[in-house]
Structures are given as C-alpha cells and as structure tokens.
C-alpha cells in the first residue's frame, strides 16, 4: 500500500495489514483497502515503534523520561514476536528480578478464571467468599477487558478469542425485558456458567440488564467488545477472528444501535444513567464522557476491523461522518481549561443565532464552586456532560483516558490532561490511584442527584471513590504522552496497599485512604488493571493494543486555548 502525497491511499498490493490502515486518512474512506485485512505481529511492531507513542518535545527535558525513550528504542530493537515481556510471567526465565507482586497477582488471576464446556472463557469479578456473592460470581464483560490484555500481553490469547466468541452468541439472543424487546446490537453486561448435576451439562447465561439494579442496559459492553477485538487482531496478528462473517455481524449490529438516526442534534450518544462502570444512579445520563471517549474508540477500531464489502461499506461511510462531528463536538464543547472556563464565567445568557457563543445557553451561575480553585494555570480536561444549560464539571478519568488513547483528545489536549493530572495529584490520585470522578457529590445535591444512595455517600464507591482498576488506563496513557514516571509514582503507591488489603474493588475517603465501605475483596479487575500497567511500563510497545493514533483529517481548528503552550 502507498501513501501519495496528497495522503490518498493507493492499492498497490492485495493485502493491507492493520498498522497500514490505521494511516489511512478516512475521510477518504472510497479509497480504503476492500480486501481482507493480513496482520503480521512483526511488521505491525516495527510499525508501531516511537510514531505510535506520540512524545512531546517539551517533555524531553524530563530525565526520566529520556531514559524512558532510551528504554523504548531498546525493547523495539530486542523485540521479536514470540519474546515475551518479562514481568509477564512469573514462571518465565527473566533476567531481571520482577517485583514479587507480579507472581502473586499471576496467580490470583488464575484462580479467578471461568470455564465452559472446558474452556476457559473468562474471569470471575471478585473472589471474594466472606461476603455475599450478588452478581460478583459473573464474568463482566467490562471487567473483563485488563484481564484480556494480560492474557494478550503474556501470548495466551486462547482465552480471549473464546471470550470475543462466546458473549457474540449472547449478542443473538432474544433479549426481553418484561414485554419490551431490546435491541439486536446489545452486549450483556455480564454472563454467568450454570452446572446441571443431573444432566451434567452447562450452559450459559447472560444479564442484558434485566437483573441489573434499575435495569439499565449497559451501552459500554458493546464498545469495550469490539475495542477488545482489535486489541486481539493488532496483538496476535490474527486476522481471522475479526473476518468472520459472524464477528463482522455482530459488529454490525452494535453500530447499528447507536448510529441510528432519531431527533438528535448532537454526534454524541444519548445514554441513560447506569450504563456504564458506574453502574448506579451518579447523574451520568444524557452525553457521560465516560461512554463518549468510549463511542469514539469503537467507532475507530471498528472502522479498522471491518470488511467493506456490500454489508459493512454503509456503516463504514456512517462511522467516518460520525466521527468527524462527534471529534469536533468533543474537542469544542466538552473541553475545559482556564482560558475556557473564563468565557464561561463571562458567558451571556438568552442568545440567538449561529452566531451564539455560549452554544447551549449555560448560566455562569451554575458553575460550581469548586472549579475555580481546581482548575490549575496550566492543564485542562474533558468535563463529565454537556447538554441544554447544563455543564458536569465533574472530572472522570476513565473517559479522559480513553481520550487519550484514542486520540478523541488532540496532542495538546493530551499533554494538557497529564498537566492537570500532575497538578492535581492529591486530588486525582491522593494515596491510591485512582478517583474514579471528581469531586464527590454531597449533602442535599447528593440526596437529588443519587436518591440517597447509601452505597455512594461522598467520597465512597462510584462518588469519588479511588479504583485500582483504572491503574491500567493511567499508565497507558502516562505511555502515550511520555509521561511514564507518572505511572510510575502511582504504581509504586498501589503496590504499597494492594497486597496487604487483598485488592480491594475500591477505596474510601478524600484521599483514597480507606479500604472502601462495601468493596469486595479479590477483585479481578483490580488485580488485572495491576499487572497490565507493570507489564506496559516494562515493555512499552503493548501500547498499540489500547491506542490509535491521531487521525490527521480530524485536526479541529479549536478557538481556544493556550493554556498549555507557554
Ligand atoms: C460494580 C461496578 C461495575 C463492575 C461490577 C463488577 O457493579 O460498578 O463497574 O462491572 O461491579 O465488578
């Protein structure tokens, strides 16, 4: 394949391997590859190498990080496919000494894997016996997504193609909730092996929500599916799972679901509270960032993954037209920083016309007034919700992660989260990474906007609690920026709690000091998100498993902002 000059892309040989189409500028998407996608794991890491982890200069003042890119240029040098990492293991032959968490965390993953028919198709949330089960004995499918990568990661990739395999035909169920029929697209939250004694058989069973607290259908596990598939096809170099025609169905219908036309006047998704890793009544409806980034990630990796071919060219065409608006949206409307969050303070209300500056008639009173003293000189972040007279200035951090890695977030806009995450540490990341939003809910606003949820009192749970899950997306995205001693410093601080506490789902308090009110423990994600971020940061090139780089048709001119250039 050949890039001419004016970035139009020529088919100049019968295969295109992944690395190849992720150059594709796919604004021109008529001139994209029709034929089967060939990934070689070789070609796609030599591809990969420094381009993919986008390095600001400025940053190279830091020391550590030029050693991190010394680092880097090594393990691209000493790579082959069949080498692996070698934290990966802890029955591998290394010639380093690995943190002696990394072997216990190995096998508390290993414990908690799930069987079916004797194969293994995934990992149970929590293993945790003292209390109730609830529906911790379940394979969730976004708990599941650290562990896929660890077992990518360390070249066992059995278990997630039998995953990827196995919540498809879950996707082809009849889905009833009461008399209401949901969609064809929808992906279970989570599934569960059920043995029959008598019979000796087994068989699986799925929850679309229905089981769910509030019953709501959790519009991310459609996203993280097919996010996990590419990060299958880049890893292993397998192709075939991708193509077949029953993947590139099921892909189909979840973009189907969400690029359907209704009365909206925003590329955004419309979502309800609930859908998402915060799975209980947060205010998190309308636009959550949380399932923006992640829309936009899916729509990226699925325009990779699919054929186009009679079925797949119109979603292809769909995809590209969403993610043009959708990226413009975003970066425009979402995007918070000094410079920004004055206009807003000097906002006029009631105006009228294209010409409007404050597009969606927010009243300056309606800033909180926690963000004045938040918003550090230099940094900026993508804000929780945008809609009618409405900005959630709270802050997510997997949302801004996920921009991050799928590049939603421009360089600058990239650099300027990881400023924001350094200068607000305490805050962020305080003594165990990481907050899962900021700042917490309290009092009357907490009675309105949870009904009174017990569970998410203020700085507990999903309301300001600190997760070790999202340890992994943190590191990614410290990769990616080149900002690795970041990741650093938070892993060193997890690694002093994690083991001793049995790793806890969650932590409590301000500063995450507090093993969390009801968190299980055991927790498989927090485990895995563990071993992902140590496996990352010893081998940086795991990295194009998460990440997409910067599509240079998508550069929005952004008015503002130049918080970050000085
Ligand atoms: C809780 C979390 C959710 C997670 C589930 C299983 O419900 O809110 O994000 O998937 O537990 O760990």
Redesign the pocket.
């Known amino acids: 394949m050949d890039v001419s000059q004016n970035g139009n892309v020529r088919n100049s040989e019968s295969m295109c391997s992944v690395t190849e189409v992720e150059e594709i500028d796919f604004s021109k998407f008529t001139d994209r590859p029709t034929r089967p996608l060939n990934i070689d794991r070789q070609r796609s890491f030599d591809e990969r190498s420094l381009s993919e982890l986008s390095f600001s200069p400025r940053h190279s003042s830091r020391n550590a990080d030029i050693n991190f890119l010394r680092n880097v240029d090594h393990v691209e040098s000493v790579y082959s496919p069949s080498r692996r990492s070698g934290l990966n293991t802890p029955m591998s032959h290394r010639s380093f000494e690995p943190h002696p968490l990394v072997g216990e965390a190995w096998e508390a993953l290993r414990r908690s894997l799930v069987h079916f028919r004797g194969q293994p198709v995934g990992t149970i949330?929590?293993l945790d016996s003292s209390v109730e089960g609830l529906?911790?004995d379940?394979v969730?499918v976004?708990?599941f997504v650290p562990t896929a990568l660890a077992f990518l990661m360390n070249g066992e990739p059995e278990i997630v193609k039998n995953f990827i395999l196995k919540t498809l035909r879950l996707q082809s169920w009849e889905k009833k909730i009461d008399r209401f029929q949901l969609g064809e697209g929808v992906m279970p939250?989570?599934f569960k092996v059920l043995h029959d004694p008598v019979r000796n058989s087994e068989t699986l069973m799925a929850d679309f929500g229905e089981s769910a607290i509030g019953r709501v259908a959790p519009v991310d596990s459609g996203f993280w599916w097919i996010i996990l598939l590419r990060a299958y096809t880049k890893s292993t170099g397998d192709s075939s799972l991708a193509e077949l025609p029953e993947c590139q169905k099921g892909m189909r219908l979840i973009l189907s679901s969400c690029l359907s036309e209704g009365f909206d006047t925003f590329p955004t998704l419309l979502c309800a509270d609930g859908c998402?890793?915060?799975?209980?009544r947060m205010g998190v409806y309308g636009y959550p960032i949380e399932i923006q980034a992640l829309f936009f990630m899916a729509l990226r990796c699925a325009f990779l993954l699919l054929k186009q071919d009679n079925e797949g060219k119109e979603f292809v065409e769909r995809i590209v037209k969403r993610l043009h608006a959708l990226s413009f949206h975003m970066r425009s409307y979402f995007w918070i920083d000094m410079k920004q969050l004055n206009d807003i303070y000097r906002y006029k209300t009631e105006e009228y016309s294209h010409t409007a500056v404050n597009k969606f008639n927010v009243i300056p009173d309606s800033l909180p007034e926690w963000i004045f003293d938040f918003m550090p000189a230099r940094g900026g972040y993508f804000i929780g919700n945008v809609s009618l007279a409405r900005m959630d200035f709270r802050w997510f951090a997997l949302g801004n992660c996920i921009a991050i890695l799928s590049s939603l977030a421009t360089p600058e806009q990239c650099t300027a989260i990881m400023d924001l995450i350094e200068s607000r540490w305490e805050e962020l990341v305080g003594e165990m990474p990481l907050k899962v939003c900021y700042p917490a809910i309290e009092s009357h606003e907490w009675r309105i906007v949870t009904g009174c949820d017990p569970k998410n009192t203020r700085w507990s749970?999903?309301n300001g609690g600190s997760w070790p899950v999202l340890l992994w997306l943190l590191t990614a995205a410290c990769i990616k920026t080149g900002r690795p001693q970041i990741a650093r410093r938070a892993i060193e601080l997890a690694e002093t709690r994690l083991p001793k506490d049995n790793w806890p789902?969650y932590y409590d308090g301000k500063l995450g000091r507090f093993i969390g009110k009801q968190a299980?423990k055991s927790?498989?994600?927090s485990i895995a998100g563990y071993l992902v971020a140590k496996m990352m940061l010893e081998d940086p090139s795991h990295l194009g498993m998460v990440s997409l780089e910067e599509d240079k048709q998508m550069k929005t001119p952004l008015r503002r902002s130049n918080s970050w250039t000085f």
Do not use: G, K, L
């Not at 998402?276 to 209980?280: G, S």
């Open positions: 949330a929590a529906n911790y379940q969730f976004r708990d939250a989570s998402c890793m915060i799975d209980r749970y999903h789902e299980r927790q498989t994600w």
